[in-house]
């Protein structure tokens, strides 16, 4: 455990030594953020940060911990992750289209399944029972690949934003994973928290004032990551299992279903970027730039508090647990208009029964 410990301190420092040099790379291959409406940036920034993390992460996997996972997986893996990182590379030298990009996703989780067989293929859910999935796998795994892998890639809009948040998921992660996961897969826990290490390393260069930016290379590549090394822990999945994962990235998750509601309500394409996500809205609200990634590591925190609680709660404990996350994140959204300003069915409803008390009580009594 020392020696792990020591070598993922190394892979830390070695993420924290080469992000420059990606860094001067990027530059010379145009991989470049200029200002624009939609971004934050002032300046021309540098992308394709998540480079320096992706060789870190291999480094460690490969060079210092390369006797702790199978060969088959990780042949996978790593396939899946050099396809995703070079959609991630094309998009930010070129930017791709999202169709285009979207199809580099699908080819890295059909990688990653076939050839790695990393899949979730059987379910077991309260009062309904345990069933295969059978040829229904393949797409729920893609799917699930797919929705984790955009919802990290939305959240990237202000410095240091998606690496911190991935880190506090990732830990989470790991620490789920080495505690509740089979001695046989303790493997997952170690790779989860190389990844971790790299991140970190990076982190300082991405915090505001940011060096470089991650990316659509590093924001694909750690999405990816966290879908795939999620669908570990959930290859027989329980109602536990299911929901752990889905609360402790309940960050970008939610940032991405709301975005996909205000959408369709706002009669727009799905895939269309706007200025209103969870970091638009909270920088509209009057918080700094610092101000509002310090606080959605808040709350990204508090919701792996949250899946920390889950293993060790009854059925029905977690099933109450579930609904007051749902309310709590669904009053959450409406206080500061996620959705849009005039879009608080549940505030309404709130006010509209306490207005009804205060009636009558004041009512006299006969």
């Not at 455990?1 to 860094?23: E, G, N, W, Y």
């Not at 998921?169 to 620490?175: E, K, R, Y």
Request: proline letters at 4%.
């Amino acid at each position: 455990m020392f020696r792990i410990i020591v070598k993922l301190f190394l892979t830390m420092i070695i993420a924290a030594v080469i992000t420059p040099f990606v860094r001067r790379i990027a530059f010379v291959l145009g991989a470049v953020d200029n200002p624009n409406a939609r971004r934050v940036n002032k300046k021309p920034m540098p992308t394709m940060g998540g480079l320096a993390i992706f060789i870190a992460f291999n480094f460690a996997v490969f060079v210092l911990l390369r006797q702790q996972f199978p060969t088959h997986e990780l042949l996978g893996i790593t396939m899946g992750e050099c396809v995703i990182v070079l959609t991630g590379m094309i998009d930010d030298i070129d930017e791709l289209s999202p169709k285009k990009k979207m199809l580099g996703i699908i080819i890295a989780g059909i990688v990653v399944y076939f050839v790695g067989g990393v899949r979730m293929d059987l379910v077991s859910l309260p009062l309904i029972g345990t069933f295969h999935l059978g040829w229904a796998s393949f797409p729920i795994t893609i799917f699930w690949i797919m929705a984790i892998t955009n919802a990290v890639n939305l959240i990237d809009g202000l410095d240091g934003l998606a690496t911190g948040v991935s880190i506090i998921a990732l830990f989470t992660m790991g620490v789920m994973a080495y505690f509740f996961l089979s001695v046989a897969n303790t493997y997952v826990a170690i790779m989860i928290f190389a990844l971790v290490a790299a991140l970190i390393g990076f982190l300082p260069h991405n915090f505001h004032p940011a060096k470089i930016f991650l990316g659509d290379t590093g924001a694909l590549f750690i999405g990816f990551m966290i879908a795939v090394l999620s669908l570990k822990g959930l290859k027989n999945v329980t109602f536990i299992t299911l929901v752990i994962p889905v609360i402790i990235l309940g960050v970008p998750i939610t940032d991405t279903v709301y975005a996909m509601l205000r959408r369709l309500l706002n009669k727009r394409p799905i895939s269309e970027a706007d200025k209103h996500h969870l970091h638009h809205r909270l920088m509209q609200l009057g918080l700094s730039h610092r101000q509002t990634v310090l606080v959605i590591y808040g709350l990204a925190l508090i919701f792996s508090f949250i899946a920390l609680l889950y293993p060790l709660s009854s059925l029905w404990g977690n099933i109450l647990l579930t609904i007051a996350v749902l309310v709590g994140l669904e009053l959450f959204v409406e206080v500061i208009g996620l959705v849009g300003e005039d879009r608080q069915p549940l505030l309404r409803a709130i006010r509209r029964l306490v207005k009804k008390m205060e009636r009558h009580s004041d009512t006299p009594e006969n």
